[in-house]
């Protein structure tokens, strides 16, 4: 069973190239952040810097 799985993700990434990859990264390596909003102020932003970061609330 874990190598038919291993077999269908073989057959899904089949046609990945590098070049599917933009040359600008910095929006594909953004993985969170928050937003907090009264009414339509901003009163607090934060970027994820990584896997694992959060806000330090």
Known sequence: ???SRFESLQEAV???TIEATPDE????LQQGGMFVFK???????????GTGD????
């Open 1 to 3: 069973k874990v190598f």
């Open 14 to 16: 089949k046609n990945y």
């Open 25 to 28: 990264t910095s929006s594909v």
């Open 39 to 49: 009414g339509k102020q901003l009163l607090y932003a934060h970027k994820d810097e």
């Open 54 to 57: 959060h806000a330090p609330l």
